[in-house]
């Protein structure tokens, strides 16, 4: 006999969509989006008055602080998970089965 293939439901997704989708599955990736983007606002603001520094200095600086708010986001959401799925669990009640007689 030939197996049937799955049939898979598939439906078009807009961006605004899946960034919605995505928000609710992991809500740190959109609170790191945001601190990327607050780090290049400040970063866009910084470049103006950097002074007598070289523009390769301040770009290195830059990335370090724009990789420093999006591994801190993960990091906060790992810990978050971590805590939710190990540490914030209800105790199972314990059943036990009834004696044999």
Same mark, same amino acid.
């Given at each position: +006999?030939? +197996?049937?293939?799955? =049939? ?11 960034? &919605? ?17 607050? &780090? ?19 770009? +290195?600086?830059?990335?370090? =602080?724009?990789?420093?708010? &999006? ?6 959401? +790992? ?5 939710? *799925?190990?540490? &914030?669990?209800?105790?199972?009640? =314990?059943?036990?089965?009834? *004696?044999?007689?």
């Amino acid at each position: +006999m030939a +197996m049937e293939k799955p =049939i898979f439901e598939y439906q078009e997704e807009s961006h605004s969509d899946r960034l &919605a989708r995505k928000s609710k599955e992991s809500p740190f990736m959109v609170i790191g989006l945001g601190g990327l983007a607050a &780090a290049v606002g400040y970063g866009a603001y910084a470049f103006k008055r950097r002074g007598a520094m070289s523009t390769s200095v301040f770009l +290195m600086q830059f990335r370090v =602080i724009a990789q420093g708010t &999006a591994v801190g986001a993960l990091t906060v959401g +790992m810990a978050y998970t971590l805590y939710k *799925n190990h540490f &914030a669990k209800k105790p199972e009640a =314990i059943t036990t089965l009834p *004696n044999e007689h």
